[in-house]
Each structure stands twice: as C-alpha cells, then as structure tokens.
C-alpha cells in the first residue's frame, strides 16, 4: 500500500465523528434536503439548513463545517452560498464544494468559479464536473458524468494544488487527492446511482468527517469508505431502488470503526 492508504485510519475516523456530533450547515438542492439531512443524522453527525443571506454568514461562522452544493441554484441562494464561504474562510471552518452540474450551465459555472477561489477544504464532485471546474471539460449531461474517475485524474491533481484543498472525484472507484497524494476508495453499489441525492449527501459526510477529523484527506475519505461500505450492505437486502434508499440510511447508521476499517482502499 501506498504511504497515502496507510496514514489513513478509518477506524479512528468513525470513533471522532460519533464522538464529536459535527454540526454541518448545508446550503444544498431542494431537491436532496431530507435526504442529506438523514444521512448526516444517521452518521451522528447534526445537520442544519440555513440558506437566507441574512444568516448563513452568521451562521457558517460557528458551525463544525459547511456544505456548499449548487444544484438548485438561484440569485438568493448564490448570495447566500458566497456569504457562508467567505464567513466560513475567516473563521476557519472546513468547507466542501459540490459543483453539481458545472460546465453545462452557464450560471452555476461562473458562481463554482467564484466560490472556488476561496479555498474549500474539498471540492466534490463526479468527473465531469471536477474537469470543467478545473478547466479541462464542459462538463457532463446534466448531473450526470460522460467520464470517467481516472479521466479527471491530472484535472483533481491541477485543482488541488490551485485550491491547497482535497478534490474528490466519484466514480465506480472514487478518486481522492490532495495533490501529492492520491487514495482510491472501491466497493459501493450501482444502486446509489439510482439513489436521487446520495452524491448530494455524500458531499454532507465529506463535511462532517472533515470537521470530525481535523484532515481533509483523512474526511474525504472516510467519507467515501462509509457511504461504499453502507451501500454494499443496503443492497444485500433491496430489491430495488425504492427499497435501497431507506435501507441505506439505516446501514450509514450501522456502520461502526470495526467495519468502516475494512473499505475497500486502494494505492494510486
């Protein structure tokens, strides 16, 4: 294993988050709220949806960390979005990025550009979109990727030496690198494809981790091992789709150290 996989504790990681209660603000979609919502409950974590301009400065200041997601974008969001990142960039709170279909629209691509330069703790997202926010793709069909992890390999390299942060990449194998080092996280389940919000979500633990751990690396991947590990386990007993989501909520809050240490890790 690489020295990157081996500074990784996974164990440890689970034990900080259940023992911390991290409180996460997230501005994301309407689309995914309750879901991100759970799922960070679910995890032990606390979630909070404060999206109003007059707070979210305010609020993005004493939280544990701060989710950033640009699906459902609009004008009071966006200021909203930028309020909460500079706040959260002076008060060194750990923030995460999610360039939800960024390079296809106009809009939100121009806002991701804004919100990048002030320093997320990790950029989120699939391949698609990490290559447009870094300038090497227009960006994939819709919220969905026309590439591949490895595709946005040298493109989440280039970002996170620009952002001095993480950038992950999901994937059937995620990618997570820091710019030096790169972990790849395996295993998971086709079904969180087919699962509206579980990459919204995904993006709400990567925050928590981030604030449970103290390391941006450390939380993007634990991040990561917990939501493949939780998956594998919710599709052992769904018979589908609409029998998945639920069943994964409940594994995301079975997953305890021993488990989360047996992800699937893998040396770049």
Same mark, same amino acid.
């Given at each position: 294993m690489s020295s990157a996989v081996e500074t990784i504790d996974l164990r440890a990681a689970r034990e900080a988050l259940s023992a911390s209660t991290p409180l996460v603000?997230?501005?994301?979609? +309407?689309?995914?709220?309750?879901?991100? &919502?759970? %799922?960070?409950? #679910?995890?032990g974590a606390a979630p909070a949806m404060v999206d109003a301009p007059q707070e979210a400065g305010?609020?993005?200041?004493?939280a544990s960390a701060v989710l950033i997601n640009v699906g459902t974008v609009h004008e009071r969001t966006a200021e909203a979005m930028r309020l909460a990142a500079?706040?959260?960039?002076?008060?060194?709170?750990?923030?995460?990025?999610?360039?939800?279909?960024?390079?296809?629209?106009?809009?939100?691509?121009?806002l991701a550009a804004e919100l990048v330069e002030l320093a997320p703790a990790v950029v989120r997202g699939n391949a698609s979109e990490v290559m447009a926010l870094a300038g090497a793709g227009a960006g994939?069909?819709?919220?969905?990727? +026309?590439?591949?992890?490895?595709?946005? &390999?040298? %493109?989440?390299? #280039?970002?996170a030496a620009r952002t001095g942060g993480v950038v992950a990449v999901s994937g059937e194998v995620d990618l997570i690198t820091d710019g030096r080092r790169t972990v790849r996280v395996g295993g998971g389940s086709l079904l969180l494809t087919r699962t509206t919000g579980a990459g919204?979500?995904?993006?709400?633990?990567?925050?928590?981790y981030v604030a449970a751990t103290g390391d941006a690396l450390t939380g993007a991947v634990a991040a990561h091992a917990h939501v493949a590990v939780a998956a594998e386990?919710?599709?052992?007993?769904?018979?589908?789709?609409?029998?998945?989501?639920?069943?994964?909520?409940?594994?995301?809050?079975?997953?305890?150290?021993?488990?989360?240490?047996?992800?699937?890790l893998r040396s770049a």
């Open positions: 603000h997230c501005l994301t979609n +309407t689309v995914v709220q309750t879901l991100t &919502a759970n %799922a960070l409950l #679910a995890v305010d609020f993005a200041a004493v500079r706040s959260a960039r002076a008060a060194g709170t750990p923030w995460v990025l999610d360039p939800v279909a960024v390079g296809g629209l106009a809009y939100r691509t121009q994939g069909r819709g919220v969905d990727s +026309t590439a591949g992890a490895d595709d946005a &390999a040298a %493109a989440a390299t #280039a970002l919204c979500a995904l993006g709400a633990l990567v925050a928590a386990r919710a599709a052992r007993t769904a018979a589908g789709p609409g029998t998945f989501a639920p069943a994964w909520l409940d594994a995301l809050d079975a997953v305890g150290p021993d488990e989360l240490a047996g992800a699937d």
